[in-house]
């Protein structure tokens, strides 16, 4: 991939790849410190020690430095938990978004709230969820392969219905965040899927 285009079929590599990682290091830094009005090509050269004018060539503007953001998210190692049951792997798989959305210095949260600023970022978006979403399909083969899960099971929706009520209730809602809501809304999907209440990996807890 040539320094013009960051978001080529190539990636970069030696120095290209150096200047690729300590520029979108100063963009999440500086989203997360001081959110999208702080982001501007100047402060990413500053921050990130690279000159403005290569800053500048390769990314153009805020826009095009939120979309390789969101280029880089959907090439790094991240995979959910694997706990041994499909309720603790939907719980881990909660508390991790539930540690995004209630920590302040969360890049997940800061490119939610740039989305509402820019068009490229609410582009970008949704594919950011899609490739999230995909990886997660493993917690519900794997509950298939275990024999926790009778029938067929449509994954993204199990998926969505365990994480969907934390970002509508922390990020919508702005409900104080409790650590209680994770586990809630995890095994609240699980009995959905499970064959019975009290199946493999099930146990009971008192509803709010």
Known sequence: MDEGDPHGAVRPGGRTARTRALVLDAV???????????????????????????????????????????????????????????????????????????DETSVTRALIAASFRSAQAAEALPGFWRDRYRRCEVVVSRAQRRGEIAGEVEAHRLLVAATAPLYHRLVLMGEPPR??????????AACSALPVIGGPGYQARPTE
């Open 179 to 188: 650590v209680e809501m994770a586990e809630q809304a995890a095994r609240d």
């Open 28 to 102: 999440t830094s500086l989203l997360v410190e001081a959110g999208y009005d702080g982001l501007s090509i100047d402060a990413v050269a500053e921050r990130s020690g690279v000159h403005r004018a290569t800053v500048y060539r390769r990314w153009r503007d805020v826009g095009g430095l939120l979309l390789d953001v969101f280029d880089a998210a959907a090439g790094d190692e991240w995979v959910p938990a694997d706990t041994g049951s499909l309720v603790g792997d939907l719980i881990a798989l909660n508390q991790e978004v539930f540690e995004s959305l209630r």
